[in-house]
Nanobody, 125 residues
């Protein structure tokens, strides 16, 4: 059974950091492009970041560029999103998603087939 599981969310003060993890079971995550999306309260789901299967190409939303970093773990079964300099506007449920690596980079949620259940990130003082 194909499954993606996010973890690492929580409550953090403005300026703080969190590292989100996206772990896969039932398929080889290192053959897939992985994207991170988020949905804040009362907002539509939006693209945050993505990384190709080989880790060579990455993309970031303008709102997180310079603060967030996406990378693949050495275990080849986990993708991470390192979030630094967190702001209250980053408060959202964060989802990871997967699409075939053959299809390259994807910036829209319509590009992705497999989704995790999400992890809550709350930035508040």
């Amino acid at each position: 059974q194909v499954q993606l599981v996010e973890s690492g969310g929580g409550l953090v003060r403005p300026g703080g950091s969190l590292r989100l993890s996206c772990a896969a079971s039932g398929f080889a995550i290192d053959l897939y492009t992985i994207g991170w999306f988020r949905q804040g309260p009362g907002k539509a789901r939006e693209f945050v970041s993505a990384i190709t299967w080989d880790g060579i190409a990455t993309r970031y939303a303008d709102s997180v560029k310079g603060r967030f970093t996406i990378f693949r773990g050495n275990d080849k079964n986990t993708v991470y999103l390192q979030m630094n300099g967190l702001k209250p506007d980053d408060t959202a449920v964060y989802y990871c998603a997967a699409r075939s690596g053959f299809l390259g980079m994807g910036l829209s949620d319509r590009d992705y087939v497999y989704w995790g259940q999400g992890t809550q990130v709350t930035v508040s003082s």
